[in-house]
């Protein structure tokens, strides 16, 4: 059955409403995102891209985002590459990674060197103490967030506990775990998405 | 010299490996800022966490203040890039195919297969730095209600932060 004429219609309106941005602006954007940024930027991001700018429609920034959480490194950095590639080349690139880290950047620096000036007094150090437990606890949540959106979870959520155990308890290198690990999860995948396929 | 070109090679390489962001990979530049180059002990890299989660901006910021401490300003960009450039360059190379590869079945096998590896990484990370915080019980309890504060309201991660500033300063943890 074809599609209703009224979500054609609704993807043209939104093809036509989404903006192509310059560099400056990419950079003036992403500065926006990187700074407004506490504990995790992707959220802010997906505001900007989508909902404030409209640079992107939601399903495009899906995309975006899948391509840059199946890379290694920085996911926010490759978002912001990949949304300036986009728009205009490699000056779009340059300009979205260098907007969202050089403010959040200098301000670490600042705190840097507050940090080797101050950072021997008692005081400070309890509040880093603090700090530090709640950021662990924080990224802990991330973790089990991200567990919880792992598909077929009863095939794959092992590997999670067994990557966690060689790490945490046998204390293995971390590429050893993740390079050897990757090399058994994804034959694991190919063969089951290969029978699914077959079937 | 020397130290910004180990600063630069160390980034560069963990960037390779570094599924589910740099949160999931702190306790391997641990390993190599603490164990390996002995660059600062123990206490200062998590101490320098600590900073990295206070400051607004992406999580890898932490290699900033890593390279700032080890060798200054100079060392900060450095680091900084290391850990950023490999992924960003391949980022630009691959999104012109990334569409095209919609149908292969190693786009989906690969994806399928690296998140529940992301997952223990990150969730190792979180425990392996509240381990070498070295909490009592006390910090041990504030991991969890952080844990679950985090995970049951929609609480704005900055007070959870402000939250163990307070517990660390008034010596509740």
Known sequence: MPAPPISDSAIKFAASARITPGPAALFRGFARVGLSGFGGVLPWARRLLVDTERWLTAEEFNVLLGLCQFLPGPNVVNLAVAVGVRCCGWRGAVAGALGLMLGPFLIALLLGLLYARYGQIPAVQSVLYGVTLVGAGLIIATGIRMGLNVQQRAVYLPFAAAAFAALVFLHWPLPIVMIGGAALTVSLSWWRLAREACQ | ?173
């Open chain 2, 1 to 173: 010299m020397s130290v910004l070109l180990d600063l630069f090679i160390s980034f560069f390489l963990v960037a390779f490996v570094s599924f589910g962001g740099a949160s999931a990979v702190i306790p391997e530049f641990y390993r190599i800022v603490v164990t390996e180059h002995s660059w600062m002990d123990a206490r200062t890299f998590t101490e320098l966490f600590a900073i990295a989660q206070a400051a607004p901006g992406p999580n890898v910021l932490i290699v900033s203040l890593i390279g700032q401490y080890v060798d200054g300003w100079l060392g900060a960009l450095v680091a900084t890039i290391g850990i950023c450039l490999p992924m960003s360059l391949v980022v630009g190379l691959l999104f012109n195919y990334w569409d095209r590869l919609q149908h292969w079945r190693g786009r989906a096998a690969i994806q399928l297969g690296v998140a529940p590896l992301a997952v223990g990484l990150v969730l190792a990370s979180g425990v392996l730095i509240a381990r070498s915080a070295a909490p009592g019980w006390a910090g041990i309890a504030l991991v969890v209600l952080t844990v679950w504060l985090s995970l049951r309201t929609t609480l704005h991660p900055l007070w959870l932060i402000l939250l163990g500033a307070l517990f660390g300063l008034t010596g509740v943890v």
